[in-house]
């Protein structure tokens, strides 16, 4: 079992920043990609990127491309998601995920793991 922990949710203004963290516990993921997705009210969980957690290697979906930043601290056993320039459509609730598929995995289905989610969002 893999254990996910998210936090750094919050209200903030468009335009604005917020750093969410994930801390993983549980079995050795050192062969998993570790995701972050979102889900906003009535509407289907979205992939938002996803991150190899040995090599680094990164994917991120279109519509977050050049304003948020998946990344790891392997030391801490933390995921991270640096969100900025922040938009109102960017409200959601937050979950991060484990999954142990060796290439990019980029639906939900791929994933074996998940967080409770962490809500955010952002006012207009």
């Known amino acids: 079992q893999v254990q996910l922990v998210e936090s750094g949710g919050g209200l903030v203004q468009a335009g604005g920043s917020l750093r969410l963290s994930c801390a993983v516990t549980?079995?050795?993921?050192?062969?998993?990609?570790m995701g972050w997705f979102r889900q906003a009210p009535g509407k289907e969980r979205e992939f938002v990127a996803t991150i190899s957690w040995s090599g680094g290697s990164t994917y991120s979906a279109d519509s977050v491309k050049g304003r948020f930043t998946i990344s790891r601290d392997k030391a801490k056993n933390t995921l991270f998601l640096q969100m900025n320039s922040l938009k109102p459509e960017d409200t959601a609730v937050y979950y991060c995920?484990?999954?142990?598929?060796?290439?990019?995995?980029?639906?939900?289905?791929?994933?074996?793991?998940w967080g409770q989610g962490t809500q955010v969002t952002v006012s207009s």
């Open positions: 995920a484990a999954s142990s598929s060796i290439i990019a995995p980029v639906t939900g289905s791929r994933y074996d793991f």
């Open positions: 549980g079995r050795t993921f050192s062969r998993y990609f």
